[in-house]
């Protein structure tokens, strides 16, 4: 702990830099032109035990809790919301997958933060807010792999019947 503050501060500076982690995270990973997320990276590639997604199905139930969890994909101007598919075109899938890889990659930087939490929090209470940052983006990442691995699926369909 580099700052000595007192728990209450710490957990008031802790929700303010959660805040403004997740804003500016998901800002300037917007201001990436789509393009750099037409691929998978080492991040976001699809991992075996994942079994194209059928594993966050079998494993989590997936399907009953996934919608229940916020989408602002579309907070920022020209943002895209993944809620709902809107156009079942091979285009507009395409770029569904993409912005599954943008929100995936900005849930793992919103994450990875957690660590910065020990400069300011005893740490007790660091490692609590380093477990939140886990509970609160881990599932936000595995509903953008879960619905990445179906959308590939049906594209991966088309191409071979085509």
């Not at 403004?20 to 201001?31: C, D, L």
């Not at 020209?78 to 997958?97: A, P, Q, V, W, Y």
Request: with cysteine.
């Amino acid at each position: 702990m580099l700052i000595q503050l007192p728990d209450i501060a710490a957990v008031f500076v802790s929700v303010l830099a959660w805040v403004f982690i997740g804003f500016s995270t998901g800002f300037a990973i917007h201001k990436v032109p789509v393009r750099r997320f037409d691929h998978d990276t080492w991040l976001t590639r699809a991992r075996s035990f994942e079994d194209e997604g059928n594993f966050y199905q079998r494993k989590l139930k997936i399907r009953s809790w996934k919608d229940r969890l916020p989408e602002q994909g579309d907070l920022f101007p020209d943002g895209f919301s993944k809620r709902h598919i809107i156009n079942r075109s091979t285009e507009h899938l395409e770029r569904f997958i993409a912005e599954t890889r943008r929100a995936e990659t900005v849930h793992w930087l919103n994450l990875s933060a957690g660590p910065l939490f020990l400069i300011w929090c005893r740490p007790l209470l660091g490692a609590f807010m380093i477990l939140f940052g886990i509970c609160a983006h881990l599932p936000f990442v595995m509903v953008q792999r879960y619905n990445r691995e179906r959308l590939s699926r049906v594209l991966r369909r088309r191409s071979a019947t085509s």
